[in-house]
């Protein structure tokens, strides 16, 4: 007889990616010779800049390839840190700056410091997955508050305040956020930022998408709030998913403890990913980096209006990221079949809103923008013919 080693409970609570179940569909389809247009993928198209490529070879020919600090390279920590008051007007000073593994490896990190078993985190729903899930792999609990167009699908300091308990330890905010795009306001994030003090929670900022601001001048969190933790990613911005490298801006006197965690659950960030991101704040990154920011900009500025003139529901303009958030009800009330649908009768791929949470995730579908503009502008004429039918 087959004995089989039983699993702890955690593992039933995660939900896998349904996105991957739309990519392995989409593959399926493209390997039976249909043309696919990818809009369900959360990675940008671009390449990592050439001046980090270079660099990574560099590095990796001169042999640097050892294990650094669980910190990350001091160099690169400096880096990061003037790259805050440069870029946002915001003095950060190196100590603070944990180099991670992903900004994944960042959000683990945190959550583990700051989450006993059943303490909650708030945060908002429709939401990044993984978050809730860390929260949830550390016997927290994640704590969903349903958001809507009315707040700019973000929570606001009364939902904080309406929801906090006893239990409660802190707050997860993702501004922008995926799947919506939104960003929390200046004015907005303040009191967030004062609400959590008084409540004596602590303040989460993922900060993976500022870099992709299109309206106005990107606000780092910490312009409000010295004492959050702000985590972020070199990769959205700096095109640099697969090389696994994140940071934590964290208040000094959690570094040491924030350590000790990395150096138990992962040694260290990848070597040769740090000494390629030490180039990423050169002048000639940054203006490339620059330059897809604005592509990505005029994307979003087609896209949208395009996908409201169909039918989509789109009341609140995404203003970073690459993602849009589409109410579908004029369509459907099970987006993960309209999706099915649309990838078999219009060839198009999108993620169905229950990846990212369950208030009303059967009325959405989230579409990315992470190609170019003559496949968004196929996209729109293959959606009209499909939705004319
Ligand atoms: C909001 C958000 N946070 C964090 C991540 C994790 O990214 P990474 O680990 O590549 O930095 C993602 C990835 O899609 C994301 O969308």
Redesign the pocket.
């Known amino acids: 007889m087959e004995t089989r080693a039983r699993l702890a409970a955690r593992v039933a609570e995660i939900a896998p990616f349904h996105v991957m179940e739309v990519q392995t569909a989409a593959r399926a389809l493209e390997a039976a010779g249909r043309s696919i247009v990818h809009m369900e993928i959360?990675?940008p198209d671009f390449p990592t800049p050439a001046p980090v490529i270079d660099a990574a070879q560099r590095a990796i020919a001169a042999g640097g390839v050892y294990y650094t600090s669980a910190l990350g390279l001091p160099e690169l920590r400096a880096a990061i840190a003037a790259h805050y008051a440069t870029h946002y007007g915001v003095p950060v000073a190196p100590e603070r700056v944990i180099v991670?593994?992903?900004?994944?490896?960042?959000?683990l990190l945190v959550m583990a410091l700051l989450v006993n078993r059943d303490e909650r985190i708030l945060l908002a729903d429709p939401?990044?997955p993984?978050?809730r899930h860390f929260v949830r792999v550390l016997e927290g609990e994640p704590y969903a508050i349903p958001v809507s167009a009315d707040s700019g699908y973000q929570l606001t300091a009364q939902l904080i305040e309406q929801n906090w308990s006893p239990s409660s330890r802190g707050v997860l905010v993702?501004s922008p956020?995926?799947?919506t795009g939104t960003t929390v306001p200046r004015a907005e994030m303040a009191r967030i930022a004062h609400t959590v003090r008084a409540l004596g929670g602590q303040l989460i900022v993922?900060e993976?998408?500022l870099g992709l601001t299109y309206d106005g001048e990107p606000v780092s969190a910490l312009a409000f709030d010295d004492d959050a933790f702000i985590?972020?990613?070199?990769?959205?911005y700096f095109n640099?998913?697969g090389w696994?490298?994140?940071w934590i801006v964290a208040p000094e006197r959690h570094v040491r403890d924030l350590e000790k965690l990395a150096q138990n659950l992962y040694i260290s960030p990848p070597t040769p990913s740090q000494r390629a991101a030490l180039a990423c704040f050169l002048p000639e990154t940054l203006a490339i980096v620059e330059e897809r920011r604005l592509a990505f900009r005029a994307r979003r500025d087609f896209l949208v209006p395009a996908l409201r003139e169909l039918g989509f529901g789109i009341p609140v303009m995404p203003s970073g990221?690459f993602f849009v958030y589409a109410d579908i009800t004029k369509f459907s009330d099970d987006s993960e079949r309209f999706c099915r649908e649309v990838l078999e009768g219009a060839g198009v791929a999108l993620t169905p809103g229950i990846d990212f949470g369950r208030h009303r995730a059967a009325d959405h579908v989230r579409f990315s923008y992470t190609i170019g503009e003559p496949q968004l502008a196929e996209a729109i004429a293959r959606l009209r013919a499909f939705l004319r039918r």
């Open positions: 959360g990675e991670t593994a992903g900004s994944s490896a960042a959000l939401g990044y993984c978050t993702a956020s995926n799947p993922d993976i998408y985590v972020s990613s070199f990769s959205k640099m998913t696994r490298l994140g990221g």
